[in-house]
């Protein structure tokens, strides 16, 4: 590992400054779960290394009725997974920070973390996308915020400024009658997602008012079904209706054959957790 000088600011603005300052020269440290495996493999060679736990900004996690959930970027995956509020109003969240590698991973990692890594398999960043969340950024230049869909730009890649940090996430109150399912296939119990899927749909009565599927590990970047998700909505829900809204979800996927998988079977898990994932949404709605 190369060396480099640490720093560990404890304010946001002190934080921004140093990045302002080095800009490319320096990497930014959350839980460090995939930055220091990757300074090690020398993939990242910083000069500087910018400690973000200390800084009390970046650990907001609080709800209200009219802002939503309030993530802040250093929140553990852990604490996601036992909050009683997640549980209860974004379940699918719960359920994908539950499965996000070890125990030790969870209570290392950060969500803020998972989200600027910027893998296409990011379990917790489905139902973010699926929830209509928006990522809050700062600089010195001052703030910005981005729907999550527009926050991706390819493997590893975000549309992060050189001096800029997401501060936190935002996702809005979900309407009455909304229920969310979140799905995954995995080859071992710790391993990435071959692919995951997330839909949350909501309900006035019996018809769809409003969905959202969210695809993962089948395209350079976490997807949004909207093809597949005109098939539900507006209509009333069937399980002939799930089943032709996968298959045009499968149409949508865009997966690669790698080491883990062929494109061929990616395509078919989109199918079947994509059913899996609107069936369980469906039947939470209908509480």
Known sequence: MK????????????????????????????????????MRTRVFQPDYVIDLKRIPELQTFHFDAEQGLVIGALTLHADLAKSDLVR??????????????????RN?????????????????????????????????????????????????????QPDELL????LPVPP?????????RTRS?????????CTVLTLDGEVCTAVRIALGAVAPTPLRAV???????????????????????????????DVRSSAEYRREMVRVLTYRATQEALEQAKR
């Open 176 to 184: 009455p009658h909304t229920g969310g399912g979140f799905q995954r």
């Open 227 to 257: 093809r597949a998700e005109a098939v539900l909505r507006g209509q009333v829900i069937t399980p002939t209706l799930i089943q032709e809204a996968s298959e045009v979800a499968r149409q949508e996927a865009r997966p690669i054959s």
């Open 167 to 170: 501060v936190e996430v935002q």
């Open 108 to 160: 290392r990692g950060t969500i803020g973390g998972n989200i600027c890594n910027a893998s296409p398999a990011a379990d917790t960043v489905l139902p973010l996308l699926a929830y209509g969340g928006k990522a809050r950024l700062a600089s010195m230049r001052g703030t910005r915020q981005v729907p999550l869909e527009e926050f991706f730009l390819g493997p590893g890649k975000t549309c992060l």
């Open 3 to 38: 060396n480099f000088q640490y720093f560990a600011p404890r304010s946001l603005e002190e934080a921004l400054s140093l990045l302002s300052r080095y800009r490319e020269q320096a990497k930014v440290l959350a839980g460090g779960t995939d930055l220091f495996l990757r």
């Open 189 to 197: 119990a710790m391993d990435i997602a071959l692919v995951n899927a």
């Open 88 to 105: 209860e109003r974004y379940a699918p969240l719960a359920r994908a920070a539950q499965v996000v590698g070890s125990y030790q991973t």
